[in-house]
Antibody
Framework: EVQLVESGGGLVQPGGSLRLSCAASGFTFSSYWMSWVRQAPGKGLEWVANIKQDGSEKYYVDSVKGRFTISRDNAKNSLYLQMNSLRAEDTAVYYC??????????WGQGTLVTVSS | DIVMTQTPLSLSVTPGQPASISCKSSQSLLHSDGKTYLYWYLQKPGQPPQLLIYEVSNRFSGVPDNFSGSGSGTDFTLKISRVEAEDVGVYYCMQSTQLPRTFGQGTKVEIK
């Protein structure tokens, strides 16, 4: 059974940093692109970033470029999102999603990031 | 960026009746490889989104056949032939033809 479990969310002050993790199981992690998708409270979905199987390609939505870094450790079956210079508008539930041929076929339950003073 | 526009934004449906959601893109979603990367997701209350339809009209594994997708170019439609209580939630279209991937605003479906 495919499982994706996010962790690392919490309350952080504006300008602060946070590192999210996503533990994958039930599939060959190293064979798939992976993505982060976020959802602000009561709002819609926004794709944030994705990373190729070997980490050689990474893409970001403009609003996080230069502040967020996606990475992965295939030996640990883990996906990460390093978030720096956080802003109030980054407040959201962050989902880890398996990125399979341009679609997200499995999602984690999400982890909430709150940016507030 | 490709803008995805869904209508209506909310829908109240009598159980057993059909429902239809429209999704229009600001640019054609036909990729140079001949595929159209348009997807439909359902987010049930308190849950992450789940994939319903991929590449316009293909039902994902386990999705009942009362869900169907159609369309081409910039105009797409999700139809539910008979709405059931378990179909409530927010439906999103999404395009992957061009980065960044973008979602529609969502259509909230409720039962009357």
């Amino acid at each position: 059974e495919v499982q994706l479990v996010e962790s690392g969310g919490g309350l952080v002050q504006p300008g602060g940093s946070l590192r999210l993790s996503c533990a994958a199981s039930g599939f060959t992690f190293s064979s798939y692109w992976m993505s982060w998708v976020r959802q602000a409270p009561g709002k819609g979905l926004e794709w944030v970033a994705n990373i190729k199987q070997d980490g050689s390609e990474k893409y970001y939505v403009d609003s996080v470029k230069g502040r967020f870094t996606i990475s992965r450790d295939n030996a640990k079956n883990s996906l990460y999102l390093q978030m720096n210079s956080l802003r109030a508008e980054d407040t959201a539930v962050y989902y880890c999603a398996r990125d399979s041929s341009s679609l997200f076929d499995f999602w984690g339950q999400g982890t909430l990031v709150t940016v507030s003073s | 960026d490709i803008v995805m526009t869904q209508t209506p934004l909310s829908l109240s449906v009598t159980p057993g009746q059909p429902a239809s959601i429209s999704c229009k893109s600001s640019q054609s979603l036909l990729h140079s490889d001949g595929k159209t990367y348009l997807y439909w997701y359902l987010q049930k209350p308190g849950q992450p989104p789940q994939l319903l339809i991929y590449e316009v009209s293909n039902r994902f594994s386990g999705v009942p056949d009362n869900f169907s997708g159609s369309g081409s170019g910039t105009d797409f439609t999700l139809k539910i032939s008979r709405v059931e209580a378990e179909d409530v939630g927010v439906y999103y279209c999404m395009q992957s033809t061009q980065l960044p991937r973008t979602f529609g605003q969502g259509t909230k479906v409720e039962i009357k």
